[in-house]
């Protein structure tokens, strides 16, 4: 492993104009994914995950959402700095694999019509109608689906020819699963963010679509972001696992050292409200995320934080490094 950094975050900060009022979700959020590693991005429902995940896909919709601060380089660019057509072309060395397989495939066409489309679209710099007036569509048509059927052989389809034939609803969660990370190869990408891909799958499904991300991942020589709210999960995939909460990074380490010695007070309450099976008690952390319309100018964690002391209310605390690998963004530290 180099030290190489695929995609370096850099200060993002990203509010949302509502009806309500304006919503400051991304405060300062800094972090990179070196090459040939997976990157967890961990924290409770509503901390801004799919928010920083969004931005770097570019689609995130502006307006609503302002980009306050910030930069984002990935392969040489600041990504937030590009236009439309120039971030279309970079785009596609980044993978996505969306949360819900139920809804990110659209019903109304076959596995293989999507996955043509998209493969053409990929492979073009244009729209895919562009090349429909091209009369050479029907052999870009038949490469397409050489190629949508040899990544359905790589996510270990059974049958992949009679696959694209199918539609969405025939066929189960998993399969889906494995449709949209075969998806997500197309056009051969250096990144690869997966947002939640297991959540909505059973337990046992879920570990099958982990092992196959990883053998993707390492036989494509991908670097990955992998947002989860599954703590079992980042031990399970990720080298480096980073924490947020509340639209803030608050600890980022390797993944063991994290989970078994966590330095944050978040953390900590992340690892204890871990169910135990043996059925022992587990406590959680009291409180919910707070609403961001008016966010603590100090440390965002402060109302529910049991180590918190009066500067905590005032002072933001910066992420700062404790350990070779290790920050942490607690006044307890700086
Ligand atoms: N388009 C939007 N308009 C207003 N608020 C938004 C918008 N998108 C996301 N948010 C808010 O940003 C916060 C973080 O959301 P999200 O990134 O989806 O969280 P998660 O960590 O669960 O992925 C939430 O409070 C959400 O309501
Ligand atoms: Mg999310």
Known sequence: MTNHHIITINNLSIHFKTIDGIVKVLKGVSLEVKEGEIVGLVGETGCGKSVTAKTL?????IPPARIISGR???MGQDLLALSKSERNIIKQKIGYIPQ???TSLNPVFTIGEIMIDNIIWRSSNMSFYCYCYNRRISKIKKAAQTHAIELL???NIPEPETMLNKYPVELSGGMRQRVLIAMSLIGDPVLLIADEPTTALDVTIQKGILRLLSEKIEEQRLSGLYITHDLG???SICTRTCVMYAGTVVEVAETSALLDEPLHPYTK???RSIPKLSGEEFDGIPGNVPDYFNPSNGCRFFPR???STEACESESPRLIEVDKGRFVACNLFD
């Open 233 to 235: 999960v980042a031990r």
């Open 100 to 102: 819900d397989p139920m």
């Open 305 to 307: 934080c049991d180590r």
């Open 57 to 61: 896909l570019g689609i995130l919709a």
């Open 72 to 74: 984002v380089d990935f």
């Open 269 to 271: 309450g992340l690892v």
């Open 153 to 155: 052989h790589k996510v």
